[in-house]
């Protein structure tokens, strides 16, 4: 696999079971997680997070080493974790759907 | 580093003058004077509000006496409930030259800004002789914000601020950081840093504070173009703010104010006192800003990852960029690539070494880019705080 490929996710804890995208990641990509190769299964953008391993619902998102929140729904290795599928476990946060501002998300 | 003496001992970076209004209604005749008299370092602040509030009074004294200002000029209706004399008192006991224009005495709008034009060219000659001193490191405070925050922030710009912090605390510098909102969940890593116990239960005391107001508020401190840069949860955002700090021992909380007692890393309790009554803790960012520059913050680090463009009245913001992206659809607006780092082509120490060098920079006199830019944003809103317990300051109380 190429240099680009190998620098396209950064963990930032060992203990973390999510990836920081350190630039924007095509569908079909070619992810190296932990040895496993993956295709990713949709667009991701720089600074999202991917799971480095499958998650279940209520599991608890580890970044920095620390929890950030909860998974809702079932997740697998080198998919996208974002609001679709993780909530805080401390406060709801505004977005653009609770505003009815959807059309102003790109 | 050369700067202004001021007379409570403290040293100024700039020497501004400062427009000051006290209801809207004294808004446009406040920001004509600015706009007529043309001047980069003629600077516009107010509060649009006509009830009384201690807060936003002991907001407005300490701004106008900051040591980047130099001059006050006060523009009144005539009929608002801010303490005037009050304001124009705190200024005249420090030294510095202030007048106040108040509009219904003065003949009405044209009278008034021709009144004020003239009363800031007059001001602007008094204060050109103010005696200059050299300025240390160890004289300045630096603040710190994040606006625009992404997934990047945190990885990028925020750790490098936080590098950089490290290393003005070891020179003796006093540092800033705030937003306890952004730190939920951050709580207990941050007591740990205290410099007494008793610190670190009053620091977890303004966490859970925060976290009870914006419950009621219905939100985090959170928008959905945090979201958008791939933040899902406050206690994500908070995690990459946090980073801001660096890692020194706390030293103190303090309250927007409240300058802090002795070198060393503060915290800035932004959240009001007491049940909510006028709102979110903080309508934006420059809300924020205005709070540490009342702390005395000569320069404001603005870390940004989806890219704010504002600077601030009063003390330079110099801006830096944690998204590689961001830096190239708005480079103008940026004045460190904090960005590199993601892309492996510098490291955190390197990008903090730099924001140092463009501290000292702009402590030097040269603008920075939102500066430059003219960017003076400003506001003040209605708040309401009780001053802080001594668990919240050891330094001053181990000399009490």
């Not at chain 1, 998974?71 to 406060?91: L, P």
């Not at chain 2, 006093?174 to 730190?183: A, K, N, P, Q, V």
């Not at chain 2, 892309?343 to 903090?352: I, K, S």
């Amino acid at each position: 696999m190429s240099q680009k490929d190998s620098n396209q996710l950064i963990l930032l804890h060992e203990k973390d079971n999510v990836l920081a995208c350190r630039r924007k990641i095509h569908r079909g990509d070619a992810l190296m997680i932990d040895g496993l190769a993956i295709a990713a299964s949709g667009d991701v953008d720089v600074g999202h997070k991917i799971a480095r391993i499958e998650l279940d619902t209520g599991d608890v998102v580890l970044k920095y080493g620390v929890p950030i929140g909860s998974i809702t729904q079932a997740t697998r290795i080198g998919e996208h974790v974002h609001t679709h599928n993780m909530k805080s476990d401390y406060i709801p946060i505004t977005t653009r759907q609770s505003t009815g501002d959807e059309t102003n998300s790109s | 580093m050369i700067g202004y003496q001021r007379s409570d001992g403290r040293k100024g970076i700039r020497n501004v003058i400062v427009v000051a209004y006290l209801v809207e209604c004294a808004h446009h005749v406040a920001r004509r004077i600015v706009d007529v008299s043309a001047d980069m370092d003629v600077h516009l602040i107010g509060f649009p509000g006509c009830y009384p509030n201690e807060y936003s009074l002991r907001m407005m004294q300490k701004l106008c006496s900051h040591p980047n200002v130099g001059g006050v000029l006060i523009v009144s209706l005539g009929c608002e409930g801010f303490n005037r004399k009050g304001l124009h008192a705190a200024v005249a006991t420090t030294g510095r030259p202030v007048e106040t224009l108040v509009i219904q005495e003065r003949g009405g709008t044209a009278a008034t800004i021709a009144a004020g034009v003239n009363a800031v060219a007059a001001m602007k000659k008094s204060i050109a002789n103010i005696p200059r001193v050299a300025i240390g490191v160890e004289d300045l405070i630096i603040a710190t914000v994040c606006g625009g925050s992404d997934g990047t922030s945190g990885l990028t710009a925020n750790p490098a601020v936080g590098k950089c912090f490290d290393q003005l605390v070891a020179l003796g510098s006093t540092c800033i950081f705030e937003e306890t909102g952004e730190l939920i969940g951050c709580e207990q890593i941050m007591a740990e840093r205290a410099v007494t116990p008793a610190l670190g239960e009053a620091i977890k005391a303004c966490v859970d504070k925060a976290a009870r107001y914006y419950t009621v508020m219905g939100y985090g401190s959170f928008a959905p173009g945090n979201a958008d840069g791939g933040l899902t949860t406050q206690e994500e955002k908070s995690m990459g703010a946090y980073a801001k700090s660096g890692d020194s021992p706390i030293s103190g909380v303090i309250k927007p104010g409240d300058l802090p007692p002795s070198n060393g890393l503060y915290l800035l309790d932004v959240v009001p006192d007491g049940e909510p009554r006028f709102g979110f803790p903080n309508i934006n960012d420059n809300a924020e800003i205005a709070e540490l520059i009342a702390c005395g913050a000569h320069i404001i680090l603005f870390t940004t990852g989806r890219g704010s463009v504002v600077g601030s009245a009063i003390s330079p913001v110099i801006k830096i960029c944690a998204n590689p992206d961001t830096y190239q659809r708005m480079p103008d607006d940026m004045d460190v690539d904090a960005g590199r780092i993601l892309n492996g082509e510098a490291t955190l120490d390197e990008v903090g070494g730099e924001i140092l060098e463009k501290i000292i920079a702009s402590a030097s006199g040269l603008r920075s880019v939102s500066e430059s830019l003219g960017h003076q944003e400003f506001i003040l809103t209605y708040k309401s705080f009780e001053p802080v317990g001594p668990a919240c300051l050891p330094a001053r109380a181990s000399r009490a």
